[in-house]
């Protein structure tokens, strides 16, 4: 910035010691000198962002313009990755000599669209990847393209799923403690976070996150617990959500509903159910009277028919 600023006075004041036409040149070429300051270190270090779900094909342009129209056969074709050779094409003709191990069999140049297809996507892919173009005049190669790209590779996380941590009836005042977790997506989640909904009104909460990375795969499990207690007579549902950042949005799991009954409404239960089992017990009595009374009476009337006789 201090060079700049340096030049462009240097500039201005060779404009106070020269002749009006004169200055007007210069003034152009000050100009020029700005924009080319300004505007071509930022052409210079563009990078197009690639994306690419994981074990699917990333898809690397070169994003050449070929305003010649030169034809492939004329060019020789570099990717890389840091030191390593990603793909080569030779004159038109894909060449393996020089590949990285790790690439071989994973690439494929589409020639028609100048853009290199890397198979089966991995974490470890992620990086910036270098497209360089070389055209050979009067038997020397010379650079005449570069473009870079970063690759960013993406694994979905499983819908978070909701546990509750204790076995048994949980009764009102004692603490429901849940778990919830997310497994095998990249890259690192943000945050969990619980929503808990009762009487029409939700509230947020926000807990410590346990986010660990598996040492082979570099996928992410995410896992976040909740310990609150419910209010009795009132159904509560408790949801939980994972945030992946502000391109990828959220997960959220499948709500899960507690209802807890409060000590009236059993004592309510067992007021109603105690009448209820005597009244049932008192006609079951009755109908063993009836049914006993109704077989004397036919027992009678089958002995008075056989005095008869």
Known sequence: MFLL????????????????????????????????????????????QVKSFLNHTAYLSCYFPNSQKTDIKDLRIFWQKDDEVVHEVYYGQEKHDNLSPKYINRTKMDMDKWTLQLLNAEIVDEGQYKCIIQQTEKGSPRVIHTSECLLNVIANYSQPEIAQLHGGELKPNEYLNLSCSSSGGYPKPKQMTWLISHENKTRRSMHHTDISQDAVTKLYNVTSKLSITVPANTLTNISCLLHLGEQLGSLVSVPLGIEIQGEEIKQMKINFFGPLIAVIVLITILLGFVIMKKNRNTSSTDQNVSLAV
Do not use: Q
Request: aromatic share 10%; charged share 15%; net charge negative.
């Open 5 to 48: 600023v340096r030049s462009i006075l240097e500039c201005f004041a060779a404009c106070e010691t020269e002749s009006l036409e004169k200055a007007i040149s210069i003034m152009e070429v000050c100009i020029f000198f700005l924009y080319a300051m300004i505007l071509l270190p930022g052409i210079a270090a563009s990078v197009h």
